[in-house]
């Protein structure tokens, strides 16, 4: 009796203390939970920073982040109700913005000017990642003033109205049209044009001439293909870089990245090395007297300097910003003709619509889509790229900007929100993407409708919607915003005008995936037929 008793007791005890543990554990752990939850929510209030959602430990809300991508933006738009809401993410707590007039009032700001210090592992700083980083933040942000005002001057004035109808119709009656009318003499064997390659490629030629001058490059050309490997495999490598800083925070993240092998770097330099080579090929042929991008910044700053030696004139820091206008001027705009061709597919009425105003308005000789009196009386084009880019905004959330002020932080005002303090080293992001599909402020803001932007004449109208903010705000704002919707009308009126698409009675429905932007994903391929 006493062996077995004895056993039993032993059993309870080890059966105990384990139970005993676990139930301390769980116990501590919910006990840290709670306070901490607590502590953040009672510093946001005591320190007049937005309301939000506390997140898990280290990680904040970035696993929903990266499981629902632009769906996490969306919802949150939706279901918070703030316009201004605060999102852990890692270590930072990152400012979202929901409403677009708010955007517009913070983001006009000059104290928003700068990207958080040491996010992007790239050198030299171009113009559209440049921080406040540094001891010399003053100094640099008159460089970045000045640069901006050259880049913004000379892209004015080289992406006109001639300049947009010329490029496009050369590219698409050299690579375009091959393209189709064969694809279009085939239509009995079914084959589908998946059109994302022939849009990147598009983009890019319009902008490498527009930058360099010369000669449009074929798909499969070296300078291009390098180009292009180089761009993608930089995309790849710099989100573990951005990532990283999120986790471990600004200081530990600039170690590791000296530390660890920063591969973005090294393929943003092949890309900067491969635009040294497009430029010089325009230095050599005479461009520094050619109406380019190229020729115009050469000119002005051989001036300045008082010097024509290409080297002095055209340093890293000037590549950089020659290729910002090519990185920033291809995929953007691809992405957008690419889901714009999918939903004039899918909806062939409305495309036969547009077809019947162009034709009506439009010179069959000149084809001046771009001159103000046609383009002012092509209501359906215009409303369709609006509705286009409220459902497919290529970047669905804004670049992270940081507060940077004398005064320690700024005091922002939101009506119907209350008075808040961002202090300095805040990260500030627009929820571009949220704010356009809010059901708030749109009606069936899921569908595609272009009834929104056309007034009871059938004109086009802005004044009944809120602002889309794809393009942001203030003097960061998108510099390309005029030649991305010029050249997005152009190619469109080309596209429709000599070709009809359609899909398959069984084609999947239209989604998007989240990357570094957002893009119809999977490819959609459309059937293509030539129009009489």
Known sequence: ???????????????????????????????????????????????????????????????????????????????????????????????????????????????????????????????????????????????????????????????????????????????????????????????????????????????????????????????????TKAFDAFLVDLMPKILMVFLVGERLGAVLRETLPNAAHTNYQKQLDIADGWARAAYQRGGAQEESFFGHCFRTLSQQLETTDYDAVITREVLSDFEIALEGGTDTTAAMLEYCIAVAAKQEVLQEAIVREIRAHVDVDTFDVLSSGTLYKLHMLRAFVQEALRMCPVAPTSPPRCVKSRHGGVVVKVDGQGEYWLPNGTTIVCNIIGAARDPAHWDAPDEFRIARWLDADGKFSKNNNPLLANFTFGRRKCPGQMLALKSMYMMLALLFTRYRFSLEPDADEIKFKMDFTMHVEPQIGCLVSRRL
């Open 1 to 227: 009796m006493s062996v077995t008793l004895t056993s039993l007791v032993e059993r309870l005890r080890h059966f105990w203390v384990p139970w005993n543990t676990r139930t301390t554990v769980f116990a501590s752990i919910a006990a840290v939970s709670i306070c901490r939850y607590v502590i953040i929510k009672l510093h946001r209030k005591l320190s007049k920073l937005p309301p939000g959602a506390v997140g898990f430990p280290l990680f904040g809300s970035l696993f929903s982040i990266a499981s629902g991508g632009h769906h996490f933006y969306m919802h949150l738009a939706r279901k918070s109700q703030y316009k201004l809401c605060t999102v852990p993410m890692g270590v930072r707590s990152v400012i979202v913005i929901n409403d677009v007039e708010v955007m517009r009032q913070i983001l006009s700001l000059d104290s928003v000017l700068w990207r958080p210090p040491n996010l992007f592992p790239s050198s030299p700083a171009s113009l559209a990642v440049m921080d406040s980083g540094g001891e010399d933040w003053a100094r640099r942000r008159k460089d970045w003033a000045r640069r901006r005002k050259l880049f913004h001057t000379q892209l004015v004035t080289k992406f006109n109205v001639a300049f947009t109808v010329k490029s496009m119709t050369q590219i698409f009656e050299r690579f375009i049209i091959p393209e189709l009318d064969a694809l279009a003499a085939d239509t009995g064997t079914g084959k589908a044009w998946f059109c994302r390659d022939a849009m990147k490629h598009t983009t890019f030629n319009a902008m490498l001439s527009s930058v360099f001058g010369g000669d449009y490059l074929a798909r499969d050309d070296a300078s291009f293909l390098a180009y």
